[in-house]
Nanobody, 115 residues
Framework: QVQLVESGGGLVQPGGSLRLSCAAS????????MGWYRQAPGQQRELVAS???????NYADSVKGRFTVSRDNAKKMIYLQMNHLKAEDTAVYYC?????????WGQGTQVTVSP
């Protein structure tokens, strides 16, 4: 079992930046792929960015060029640097750790982009 705890969310003005962090428990393994997802009110949860166990990244078109995902396996951490934030980025952001046989989610952290 892997526990994931997100942090770093909050209220930010349009054009601002936030850095989300996700801390994985001791049982985390570097073989896990990692991802950030978000869910806005009334919307389905969607992929924001992912990073594989070999460091290959993938981004939703809506965040390309603005968001950067990274991981620190030694610290068992995954990060999401979010720049040039827009109102439409407002959502609960979730961290995910997964393989073909395991799938773990954090509880989420709220990001609100508003003047």
């Amino acid at each position: 079992q892997v526990q994931l705890v997100e942090s770093g969310g909050g209220l930010v003005q349009p054009g601002g930046s936030l850095r989300l962090s996700c801390a994985a428990s001791a049982s985390f393994s570097i073989i896990y792929n990692m991802g950030w997802y978000r869910q806005a009110p009334g919307q389905q949860r969607e992929l924001v960015a992912s990073i594989s166990n070999s460091g290959i990244t993938n981004y939703a078109d809506s965040v390309k060029g603005r968001f950067t995902v990274s991981r620190d396996n030694a610290k068992k951490m995954i990060y999401l640097q979010m720049n040039h934030l827009k109102a439409e980025d407002t959502a609960v952001y979730y961290c995910r750790s997964f393989t073909s046989a395991r799938d773990y989610w954090g509880q989420g952290t709220q990001v609100t982009v508003s003047p």
